[in-house]
Every structure is written in C-alpha cells, then in structure tokens.
C-alpha cells in the first residue's frame, strides 16, 4: 500500500512539475563549431527581454570554446575543452547580460538588455 502511494506522489509531482516549466520562456545559445556564438529566442537574436525566469539551453559544440553569461546575480559558464548540452533555469533582473567564449572574447561575444 504504501509502495503504491509512494508511486502516485511522485507521478502527480511529476505532472505539476511540467507546466511550471512548460510556461517559462526558452533561450537558446550556442558556441562553435567553428568561431561563432549565438543566443536566440525561436530563431531570433536575442537584444531585450523582460525581467523574469527562462530556461537557457546550451549547446557548446567545441572542446576549443565555452558559453560564458554574466549579469546581475548571474555568473554561469560550459567549461573549455569540452563538448557538452546543458540547461540552467535562472531569473533575469534588469540591467546588462554579456555572453563570451572566454578563450576568444575579443571576437565571440554577444549582449542583451533586461528591462
């Protein structure tokens, strides 16, 4: 009995868990393969946002790159020398975010206003 409510918690906090991120906007950024770096929003460069949360996917898709965002309250990075997917939830406040390949931050770079 207590294996089978045990199941259902868990299956309904499963079902509560998707529409909370179900409604959070998604960005998306990338880095290399070759020397670019990208965030977007459904296709579109990201330039302006409103405060809030957002799920960030990351595809850092060279060993010779990272995806480095910084801004108010937020300092978050893929590490260089790898490829890897990640996802991080983070709430936005208003001011500046800058997004860098670390080793090539003269040249990847990017930026975007949270009002």
């Not at 998306?28 to 393969?33: E, K, L, Y």
């Amino acid at each position: 009995m207590r294996l089978v409510a045990l199941a259902a918690t868990v299956a309904l906090l499963g079902v509560l868990a998707i529409p909370a991120l179900a409604g959070t906007p998604t960005l998306n950024g990338t880095d290399g393969p070759g020397f670019t770096i990208t965030l977007k929003k459904s296709g579109q460069k990201v330039t302006k946002l409103k405060a809030g949360t957002y799920i960030f996917k990351i595809s850092d898709k060279s060993g010779i790159h990272n995806f480095h965002l910084t801004g108010p309250g937020v300092d978050k990075k893929t590490s260089v020398g790898a490829t890897t997917n990640v996802t991080w939830k983070l709430k936005l406040k208003k001011g500046t975010y800058k997004y860098v390949c670390d080793p090539h931050k003269s040249f990847m770079k990017g930026s975007f206003t949270v009002s």
